[in-house]
């Protein structure tokens, strides 16, 4: 597809008052591939590939002198995802279960990389259930964030890496029937290289990596069954 890009930076003092997007157009161009493997009934596979490319056209009299081609974005992606039903997880009404979810993703983009695990597991014994979870994932910068950074600076590599964050979930549950529950989840996550706009050093406002952020708690969830009055929350 082709399309012209909506930002604005008319206010923008670096460039005199014009608006150096206004005709900046993106084709993308992008192959998306899956794979699925079942070795067993217990086991489930699934194979990701895929791969985009955009090219960004500076047409705005601001940028006469420099080359058509603002620049050329790349992403290929690898990825996994796997389910283990290690007991009773796939039958119906199953009073014991264990399932193991495995994934992984290794994004190999132009201006970085970046490597993102999983690993989940759930235990099931009658009415009482468990559920363990470990994650690490990133937020890429926009394009929009690498066009502004290349326009107020002409001729560098725009200079943001993606935010990462690690967290990790546990969540204890008891189900005394079917339409009650009752569970206790505590999580916490922390990201690092937290994507921000601000001033920069001898240059106009950028977008850039700053510090650390993270968050914690604990999360208690109820829903009682009344019969035929419906369910408190």
Do not use: C, H
Request: hydrophobic share 30%; no cysteine; proline share 5%.
């Amino acid at each position: 597809y082709s399309s012209k890009s909506p930002l604005d930076s008319t206010d923008n003092a670096y460039f005199g008052g014009d608006n150096p997007f206004d005709d900046i157009s993106s084709t993308k161009y992008g192959i998306n591939n899956r794979l699925q493997y079942k070795p067993s009934a217990s086991v489930n596979i699934d194979f990701l590939f895929e791969y985009t490319q955009d090219n960004f056209i500076r047409e705005n009299e601001v940028f006469q002198g420099y080359n058509s081609y603002y620049f050329t974005y790349t992403n290929m992606v690898y990825g996994f995802t796997s389910d283990l039903y290690l007991l009773g997880a796939k039958k119906l009404n199953s009073k014991k279960a264990i399932n193991l979810n495995l994934a992984a993703r290794y994004d190999n983009q132009t201006f970085f990389k970046a490597f993102t695990p999983q690993a989940g597991l759930t235990l099931l014994n009658k009415k009482v259930y468990s559920k363990i979870l470990v994650a690490r994932s990133f937020k890429a910068p926009l394009l929009s964030n690498l066009i502004y950074n290349a326009a107020n600076n002409p001729g560098q590599v725009p200079s943001i890496e993606p935010e990462f964050t690690n967290s990790g979930e546990l969540e204890i549950g008891f189900t005394p029937s079917p339409e009650t529950n009752f569970s206790v989840i505590g999580y916490i996550m922390r990201t690092t290289k937290t994507i921000t706009y601000g001033p920069g050093t001898n240059i106009p406002d950028n977008y850039f990596n700053s510090g650390n952020t993270g968050t914690s708690g604990i999360d208690f969830n109820s829903v009682i069954g009344l019969g035929s009055a419906g369910r408190l929350l």
